[in-house]
């Protein structure tokens, strides 16, 4: 009779053990009911993009979603202002499929500006947006650095705000780089560095 050694005993053991400790593991749903969420925009940069707010619904961790049913789950007839230092700007809802029925040059600005492929056929993505920003190319509303902005978002059922500042700007002081330990073996690969002065006191 061939006899088992002991390192071969422990290691069936393992194998044993681990196979019945493998389970699926489901997260529990603590999803109660749908809520607003509120995703917004302002910046001041060399590539312009107009001021915009995304407003969709909530919903489960676990769900899967269809075109139509991402669809579904943007907000619409919402009242979406911009405030500042006095100045005002109301933000226009625009869907997509809209555009391309009016202009289908200004759709493509608009999903260019978003950061979305121009063949995104079949979301219809809406957004509140300066809509005059996408058509000149210049804010509606002054962006300077350290200046405060307040967002009121108004629907059917909720009144939502929000606010934030604009960060004064700081120029990278320097960049280098420097070739990896290996090289020339690895002559392709080089760690790069920058240096830029934090300015004390600001958030």
């Given at each position: 009779?061939?006899k088992i050694g002991?390192r071969?005993l422990?290691?069936?053991?393992i194998?044993?053990?681990l196979g019945?400790?493998?389970q699926?593991?489901?997260p529990?749903?603590?999803f109660?009911k749908?809520?607003?969420?509120v995703?917004?925009y ?5 590539s312009?993009v ?8 909530s919903?489960p961790?676990l769900?899967?979603f269809?075109?139509?049913e991402?669809n579904s ?5 919402a009242?979406?202002k911009?405030?500042s230092?006095?100045d005002s700007?109301?933000?226009?809802e625009?869907?997509?499929n809209?555009l ?17 492929p ?7 993505v809406c ?7 996408f058509?000149t190319?210049?804010?509606?509303i002054?962006?300077t650095?350290g200046?405060?902005y307040d ?5 059917s059922?909720?009144r ?6 604009i960060?004064r700007y700081?120029p ?6 420097v070739?990896h ?9 080089f760690?790069v560095?920058?240096?830029f002065?934090?300015?004390?006191g600001?958030?």
């Open positions: 009779m061939k002991i071969g422990l290691l069936a053991c194998g044993f053990g019945a400790c493998e699926e593991y489901i529990e749903d603590v109660d749908p809520d607003i969420v995703e917004g302002i910046q001041k940069s060399d312009f107009p001021t915009y707010v995304i407003l969709t619904q919903k961790y769900s899967t269809s075109a139509e991402l789950l943007f907000v619409h007839g009242t979406v911009v405030y230092n006095g700007l109301q933000l226009t625009i869907c997509l809209d391309a029925a009016i202009d289908t040059s200004l759709r493509t600005t608009v999903l260019a500006g978003l950061g979305l121009t063949a995104s056929a079949n979301l219809n957004i509140y947006a300066d809509l005059n920003g058509i190319g210049r804010s509606s002054p962006i650095e200046r405060r967002l009121v978002v108004e629907t059922s909720k939502l705000t929000a606010t934030t500042t960060p700081v990278i002081d320097s960049v280098w780089s070739r330990p290996n090289y020339p073996a690895n002559d392709s690969l760690s560095f920058g240096r002065s934090d300015p004390a600001e958030d």
